[in-house]
Nanobody, 123 residues
Framework: VQLQACGGGLVQAGGSLRLSCAASGRTFSSNYMGWFRQAPGEERQFVAGITWRGVSTNYADSVKDRFTISKDNAKNTVSLQMNSLKPEDTAVYYC?????????????????WGQGTQVTVSS
């Protein structure tokens, strides 16, 4: 599975950005798609995820009600709409894919990763 992320940039606090991730290759093996972020000096953290069919989603508490993850099955893309951005959202954002089937939505152990895209929110 190959993942290509895009859409990062610089935005003022309160603004919006939309990230997109195009998936190719053996995408049928990936039941879960997720977005993660890593700020300087911090560990990579789960932001949001969606099942491949787009039926189930999961969000980190810090982004609930501000971020929305969605999937376009026809285009094999996963998007992350980020609204009401805060300076603490500044990080490199990564999309990722994971196979398998889990009772709880997986927030770690993803198998495939795209390159990161920088999101910077100025105060």
């Amino acid at each position: 599975v190959q993942l290509q992320a895009c859409g990062g940039g610089l935005v003022q606090a309160g603004g919006s950005l939309r990230l997109s991730c195009a998936a190719s290759g053996r995408t049928f093996s990936s039941n879960y798609m997720g977005w993660f972020r890593q700020a300087p000096g911090e560990e990579r953290q789960f932001v949001a995820g969606i099942t491949w069919r787009g039926v189930s989603t999961n969000y980190a508490d810090s982004v609930k009600d501000r971020f929305t993850i969605s999937k376009d099955n026809a285009k094999n893309t996963v998007s992350l709409q980020m609204n009401s951005l805060k300076p603490e959202d500044t990080a490199v954002y990564y999309c990722a894919a994971k196979g398998g089937s889990y009772y709880y939505f997986p927030t770690g152990g993803y198998d495939y990763w795209g390159q990161g895209t920088q999101v910077t929110v100025s105060s």
